[in-house]
């Protein structure tokens, strides 16, 4: 459950297609053909290690959410009583709208950047590419912890941002404690730690696009942005929108660099969804369980929907073919 | 200037920038780890220090929590990573290339865990270890973030595109499916295996909320534990904190450099476009 999902392999996958010809052309496998019982064995672990930790464990908030937890009475069933009152919380609500503020912040800011680089990588030489890959990807090993802890420091009065700042006669700026400013300086991190894998998913994809199609656009007196524009573009839409809503459901779920540098504050003015439900859950009172069990649901749920909208916009709308 | 002689200066002037820009905080968090208690927030700011000091890399270097906590994390990150690869990839085999009844269900099971959000089984999970007893061990985070829905898909995309051709002539020899997974596949399988080591080792050693949902032993204490609650333990020793966190990040910044060129090929192998 640790594990960035950042790697997985999207909707396109290039073997997609010949797995499910595989698939519907092996259905009529002869049964003494199949290797049932070293299948199972196979992924038995696989299975059993899931089935603990990942979905009784999900199916169990699902329970669990519908029930009044109390250490001391037992617990008394209330239907959807806390789908309720998760819905009518205005903190539930300012949570994900902060949520959708930082993706918002990070997310276009990520790829624009990871773009830019991503083309001026390619036009480097081997070596000089190679080393501005491995620079590029270095924020990405830095823990979300050591990130935070860093940027509180750069974030102080006598910090290294107020240093700039200062240079051009501005400041001293109270970034972390200034409800205006708090979510944006959060960003910021977010986007150093984030940007890297974005540019070599990128810069990947980039690498695909036939130079015969620049040479032919540029001979049409095309200039930088207007290969950009009718050439990279169009062809990355896939990758684009892949980074979209893998960034975007990154994003909104961020927790560990609000809950080190602000916890939530000032204000409340950083208290991203998840930050908010893990604060209610260590909450003493006796509902805090449930309620934030349901919290968590309902996130699932606002996540799942956007998701889904944005993959239903990339499907119903065919890639071109490079 | 020749126009061409322009665009590589120019380049060479931008690969310069982007890298100091980039790489600017991780420089500024080392240096500052040779930097006093008082000076590394001090006003006007100064980038180097008035001197160098190695007493703080020297004393959070000797000091027992924090070699523990250095240890301790190494340990279970590679028991942790080999877990994971010998689980998952276990499956991927099996969903690459056996048929067996059941399969469509078993892989959208596998598979599904990858859009679930951390938040919504965090809490239950962290229900279902304390029934199990398993708070306060190092099972506890090993063991539940083994099974990866993402590794095991990684690693299937990559097995389907092996020749089919020598494992059936493997077969003809009367070599069984263990045999074939265990001679075939697992010695050709380095690629697929360093992408996703490294993300597994990456993801545990970088852990921090399941930590300190489900560790309160300080012999186990994870680094990133460690370091997330320095400042409520000791004070406000920046430097000190600095010194730390520039050697928690050493081993990862080392693994990337050493296995930089399998990183970038593994996001090509992964075929996303």
Known sequence: ????????????????????????????????????????????????????????PLVYSVYLSTYEINFYRGST?????????????????????????????????????????????????????????????????????????????????????????????FGPVNWLNDPQLALPAIAVPGIWLGFGLTTLILLAALLDIP?????????????????LWYVTLPLLKNVLLYLFVTGFTLAIQMIDL????????????????????????????????????????????????????????????????? | MTPRLFQRTASAVLVVLITVSVLFPLAWMAIAGFKGRNE??????????????????????RDPEFTRAMGVTFAGALIFTALSLVVNSLAAYAFARLEFRGKRFWWVYCVMPMFIPMMAILLTSFMVVTKLGMLNTMAVLIIPGVASGAQMFFIRQ?????????????????????????????????????VM??????????????PILTITDPNLTQIMQFLGTFRSARGNDWGMLMAGSTLASLPTILLLLVFQRFIVNGVRISGIK
């Open chain 2, 158 to 194: 990559f097995y389907l595109g092996f020749p089919v051709a020598v494992e059936e002539a493997a077969m003809i020899d009367g070599a069984s499916r263990w045999q074939i997974f265990l001679k075939l596949f697992l010695p050709q399988s380095a690629a697929p295996f360093v």
């Open chain 2, 40 to 61: 590394v927030l001090r006003s006007p700011f100064q980038f180097f220090p008035d001197m160098w000091r190695f007493d703080n890399y020297v004393d959070i270097a």
């Open chain 1, 211 to 227: 130079e015969s199609y620049y040479e032919q656009a540029a001979l049409d007196g095309a200039g930088f942005f207007a290969r």
């Open chain 1, 258 to 322: 609000p809950l080190i540098m602000t916890n939530g504050g000032p204000s409340e003015a950083t208290n991203t969804p998840n930050l908010y439900i893990f604060n209610t859950f260590r909450d003493v009172t006796p509902y805090a369980t449930s309620y934030s069990l349901t919290a968590s649901l309902l996130l699932f749920v606002v996540i799942g929907a956007i998701s889904a909208v944005v993959f239903r916009l990339v499907r119903s709308d065919k890639a071109i073919d490079g």
């Open chain 1, 77 to 169: 069933f209330v239907g959807l009583q806390f789908y309720r009152y998760v819905l009518e919380s205005p903190d539930f609500w300012h949570s994900i709208v902060v949520g959708l503020y930082y993706s918002a912040l990070t997310v276009p800011a990520m790829i624009i950047i990871a773009l830019l680089l991503a083309s001026f990588i390619k036009t480097l030489s081997r070596r000089a590419a190679a080393f501005m890959k491995t620079t590029v990807y270095l924020p990405t090993v830095v823990s979300t912890v050591v990130a935070s802890v860093l940027f509180v420091l750069i974030y102080q009065d006598e910090g290294v941002a107020n240093w700039l700042l200062s240079l051009i006669s």
């Open chain 1, 1 to 56: 459950m640790a594990l960035t999902p950042t790697l997985a392999p999207g909707p396109q996958t290039a073997d997609a297609g010949r797995s499910a010809r595989g698939r519907r052309g092996r259905v009529k496998t002869p049964p003494h053909r199949r290797d049932n019982r070293t299948a199972y064995l196979m992924i038995a672990p696989m299975v059993i290690l899931l089935g603990i930790f990942v979905m009784w």
């Open chain 2, 197 to 210: 080591g490294i993300a597994s080792y990456l993801a545990f050693w970088n852990a921090y909320v399941w």
